[in-house]
């Protein structure tokens, strides 16, 4: 993976970002030492490192019994229980359904919204195929998991029966406490431990991303060798000027301070999308908060330049953007010649199709920055399990590294407390009188 902030340097004051060294070293000496802020969530820092070929090798054998016994696995689980495993499979996988030759069953995504009639046409298209269940939760109350887990759980269980649905029916909880560690013991299910020292939004590394990742039939061996990489290129005895992650948090801090408060990440693969959407929770949960915290937000170029360009182009110039950028296609497919030429593309006959993306890519990135727009550019070599790997570890470790130079802390998340209290009170959920009593006078208000 590579790391290009030239095209972003000149949009702040001269040595900007060299003058946040002394800061960005002591937050990745602090997070090394665990002396920062959520210090009691810094599992992920070596947990790369941490991952033996014994550990893979179980969660292997449980993806493999759901490959013989599913057609379908459904990973229930919201937010960080989640978006890891969605951003590497659809990054890895065939975008129009699971190669020919792979035995992988389809992997669902539910739980992560309170859709009626998401969770109804689900159950519906579960009737005409044999499912299993990943469900992922450390508690086993959040809401929006707990209450389609309620609904596969009996689904699954009518299917087959009990005795063999416990097979099918995996829980990624805690290692103690909590209703789906009890219910997991109850039934029989085969668990996995979400650490208690990792937060969800850097967990795809542990069981709650390497399941479904290995259920969907690719090499999480490999996007742990990426990741194991990307945590030697970016440890503390590596120099700020050669150590990306260290680069990357001082460009953002820098930028932030001059004004851009806003960061899109763009991708000009289409398979990338998730990324984004990984990338989002990650960032926004965890610099958002102290009423300070750069904006994430997420483009897929070049479909977004018909409908974000614009704004993008000449827009208000609070923004700056971070390109993920794929080196060479995993495919070949080159523009073909036509007689008739009506279309005028003639002259791209012959030409990678890749080729045009990348003239597509560079033409814009020099367009935005002439437009105001600050560039910084992230390149790993190929779409699959290793540069993946690369991606997730890169972005955790800037991420908290950033946070702690913004002066927060990256590890919490207060701020999600606020609606599910007034979600409680509404409902009339036990224990919420109080809370009940207080929202009838906001009610009148709207």
Not at 131 to 141: H, L, P, Q, R
Not at 369 to 382: A, L, M, S
Request: contains cysteine.
């Amino acid at each position: 993976m590579k790391l290009d902030i030239t095209k972003a340097t000149s949009f702040v004051s001269e040595n900007a970002v060299n003058s946040l060294k002394p800061q960005v070293v002591a937050a990745a000496k602090a997070l090394e030492e665990g002396t920062c802020a959520g210090n009691d969530f810094l599992g992920w820092i070596h947990l790369p490192s941490s991952i033996t070929p014994e550990f893979i090798a179980e969660i292997n054998s449980t993806a493999k019994t759901l490959q013989e016994n599913c057609e379908a696995v459904v990973v229930a689980g919201i937010g960080g229980s989640y978006l890891g495993a969605r951003m590497v499979i659809d990054a890895l996988s065939n975008s129009f359904g699971q190669l020919v030759e792979s035995n992988a069953p389809r992997i669902l995504f539910a739980g992560n919204n309170i859709g009626e009639d998401y969770l109804a046409e689900l159950t519906a298209y579960l009737r005409t195929v044999r499912f299993g269940v990943i469900n992922i939760s450390k508690s086993g109350t959040t809401t929006e998991t707990a209450i389609t887990f309620r609904l596969l759980k009996r689904q699954c269980e009518e299917q087959r029966g009990k005795a063999e649905a416990k097979n099918v029916i995996v829980a990624i909880t805690d290692a103690k406490k909590g209703a789906a560690r009890i219910t997991a013991d109850k039934e029989g299910y085969k668990t996995f431990v979400i650490p208690d020292n990792v937060g969800g939004r850097f967990s795809v590394l542990t069981p709650v991303g390497l399941l479904p990742v290995a259920v969907a039939g690719f090499d999480i061996a490999k996007l742990v060798e990426g990741a194991q990489e990307m945590e030697r290129l970016t440890a503390t005895d590596v120099p700020f000027e050669s150590n990306p992650a260290m680069q990357y948090a001082a460009i953002r801090n820098a930028l932030y301070q001059a004004g851009k408060k806003i960061e899109i990440l763009a991708n000009y693969n289409p398979k990338l999308h998730n990324l984004g959407e990984w990338w989002k929770q990650l960032y926004g949960e965890s610099e958002g908060k102290d009423n300070k915290g750069i904006f994430p937000a997420a483009v897929d170029l070049t479909t977004d330049l018909h409908s974000m360009g614009q704004w993008i182009q000449e827009g208000e110039r609070s923004i700056y953007e971070t390109v993920v950028s794929v080196a060479a296609p995993n495919a070949s497919l080159k523009v073909p010649y036509d007689e008739e030429n009506l279309d005028g593309l003639n002259f791209l006959a012959g030409k990678g199709i890749d080729e045009v993306n990348k003239m597509a890519e560079l033409g814009t990135r020099i367009a935005h920055v002439d437009g105001g727009v600050p560039n910084i550019k992230i390149t790993i070599d190929k779409l699959d399990e290793k540069g993946i790997g690369q991606l997730i570890y890169f972005f955790e470790k800037a991420c908290g590294i950033s946070g702690l130079v913004l002066g927060v802390n990256p590890f919490n998340q207060p701020g999600v407390e606020a609606y599910k209290k007034n979600m409680f009170a509404l409902l009339g959920k036990p224990g919420y009188e109080a809370e009940s009593e207080a929202i009838k006078t906001r009610l009148a208000e709207w």
